[in-house]
C-alpha cells in the first residue's frame, strides 16, 4: 500500500496542472483529502460535478485550513496574490508549492507572506494547449521533469520538506531536478519560452498576410504550422504572465535567436547550402535525442492524436 505522504492536499486553482495534480495525487496513493479553492465560480461548479475534490471553496484561505500541502496552480502573476489569500488559513510547517513557469522572485514573494511555511518552489514541465477543470488527467506528469527550487536553507526540517516533495513528484509519474531560480528561469526561457513566442509571431503573421486568405492558411496547413498552431493555442493569460515576468531572460535569448537567424537568412540570399545543411542537420540530431530521452514521441504525427 502506498504511503500517504500528505494527509490533506490543498490546491489553488483547478485549471489543466491543478486538476492533473488532484487526479495524479489521487490515482498514486499519496494524499489523504483533497480541498480546492478556485476563483471562477463556473470552474467550481464544474469540480463539484466532476467530483475530484472533496471540498470546494471560493475562498483560499478556507481551503488551506488544516492543509499539510499547499500547490498554488494560477496564472503566474496572481501566485503572490493567491500565497497572501491563503495566508490566513495556512498552519505552521505546512509546505507550500507552485507549478508557474517562471521562478524569479516567487519564492521570496510566497515567504514574505507565509514565514512559518515550508516554502518551495515548484515547476511541473508538463501541458496541453487544453485549460480548465476538465482538462487534466493523471498521467500528465508521467515521464515528465518537475524543478524544484528550495530556498538557501539548509536546516533539517527545511531539507526534509524538499525530500517529501519530490518523494510526491516522482509518485506522481514526473522526474525531479533541483535548480536555482535565475538558471531555471534561463534554461526555460530557452526550451519553453522563446518556441511559444515563436509559435504566436508565425501564427499571428500568417493570419496578417493579405496575400493569403486565413481560409487557405487553415486549408493547406502543413505538419509545421499545425504543430505551432497547437503552441499558439495555449491559455493566453498565463503566457501574457510569462513574458511579462521572465522579460529579461527572454530579451536575452531572443537577442541571441535574432542574431542566428539573420545568420540563416544571409546564407539562404548567398545560396550557402552547406551551411544550411550542417545546420539543419546538426538539430535533427536533436530532436532525435529528445525522442530517445522519452520527452516526445516518435509516432507519426508525433501522437498528436493523443490527447497528452
Not at 505552521?92 to 514574505?112: F, H, L, N, Q, Y
Not at 538539430?283 to 516526445?296: L, Y
Request: proline share 5%.
Amino acid at each position: 500500500m502506498t504511503e500517504i505522504l500528505y494527509p490533506k492536499l490543498a490546491v489553488i486553482g483547478c485549471g489543466l496542472i491543478g486538476s492533473s495534480v488532484i487526479r495524479a495525487a489521487r490515482a498514486s496513493g499519496v494524499v489523504g483529502e483533497v480541498w480546492v479553492a478556485d476563483a471562477n465560480a463556473e470552474h467550481r461548479a464544474e469540480i463539484e460535478t466532476l467530483g475530484y475534490a472533496d471540498r470546494v471553496f471560493a475562498d483560499p484561505a478556507e481551503a488551506v485550513e488544516g492543509a499539510d500541502l499547499v500547490v498554488i496552480a494560477t496564472p503566474p502573476r496572481s501566485i503572490a496574490a493567491a500565497a497572501a489569500a491563503c495566508a490566513p488559513g495556512l498552519k505552521p510547517g505546512v509546505t507550500v508549492t507552485d507549478t508557474g513557469s517562471v521562478k524569479g522572485g516567487i519564492g521570496e514573494a510566497i515567504s514574505a507572506v507565509a514565514p512559518t511555511a515550508f516554502v518551495i518552489p515548484g515547476h511541473p514541465i508538463a501541458g496541453t494547449e487544453y485549460s480548465g477543470p476538465g482538462a487534466g488527467f493523471a498521467t500528465l506528469f508521467q515521464n515528465r521533469w518537475t524543478i524544484l527550487c528550495p530556498s538557501e536553507r539548509q536546516d533539517a526540517d527545511y531539507l526534509k520538506a524538499v525530500e517529501r516533495l519530490s518523494a510526491v513528484w516522482t509518485a506522481l509519474g514526473a522526474n525531479v531536478e533541483v535548480m536555482d531560480e535565475k538558471h531555471h528561469d534561463l534554461v526555460l526561457a530557452v526550451t519553453s519560452h522563446l518556441p511559444h513566442l515563436i509559435a504566436y509571431n508565425i501564427v499571428g503573421t500568417a493570419a496578417d498576410l493579405e496575400e493569403v486568405t486565413q481560409g487557405e492558411v487553415i486549408k493547406f496547413s502543413a505538419s509545421g504550422f499545425r504543430d505551432f498552431t497547437r503552441i499558439a493555442a495555449s491559455d493566453p493569460v498565463m503566457w501574457r504572465d510569462v513574458f511579462l515576468m521572465n522579460k529579461d531572460a527572454v530579451l536575452e535569448i531572443l537577442g541571441r535567436f535574432t542574431e542566428d537567424l539573420q545568420a540563416l537568412s544571409r546564407a539562404i540570399r548567398w545560396g550557402e547550402g552547406d551551411r544550411l545543411e550542417e545546420l539543419f542537420t546538426r538539430t535533427r540530431t536533436i530532436r532525435r535525442s529528445i525522442v530517445a530521452a522519452g520527452q516526445e514521441s516518435a509516432e507519426p504525427n508525433f501522437g498528436r492524436d493523443r490527447k497528452e
